[in-house]
Nanobody, 112 residues
Framework: QVQLVESGGGLVQPGGSLRLSCAASVSIFSIGAMSWYRQVPGKERELVAAITRYGSTTYTNSVKGRFTISRDNAKNSVYLQMDSLKPEDTAVYYC??????WGQGTLVTVST
């Protein structure tokens, strides 16, 4: 099955930006939709953003206007540009494909 490799997490101050990357082992155009989730220890995994093969996007309300999901078919990659980061954005972020295939996760910490 498809393998997903995530990168780009790190420590950033509130108001800062990070760009997460998810590289897939197959053409992402063959995948109906890809998405980013996040999870805080002790809490449920939350859908952050999703993008279809045709570029249609959706976002959870808490990140609208701040996060942007995009894809590059030539690189078989999906990205999550995160701007105006808040401490409550701190979480492990996971790439998802086919609804049940996950990357290993990349940690985003927003703190002074």
């Amino acid at each position: 099955q498809v393998q997903l490799v995530e990168s780009g997490g790190g420590l950033v101050q509130p108001g800062g930006s990070l760009r997460l990357s998810c590289a897939a082992s197959v053409s992402i155009f063959s995948i109906g939709a890809m998405s980013w989730y996040r999870q805080v220890p002790g809490k449920e995994r939350e859908l952050v953003a999703a993008i279809t093969r045709y570029g249609s996007t959706t976002y959870t309300n808490s990140v609208k206007g701040r996060f942007t999901i995009s894809r590059d078919n030539a690189k078989n990659s999906v990205y999550l540009q995160m701007d105006s980061l808040k401490p409550e954005d701190t979480a492990v972020y996971y790439c998802n494909a086919y609804g049940n295939v996950w990357g290993q996760g990349t940690l985003v910490t927003v703190s002074t």
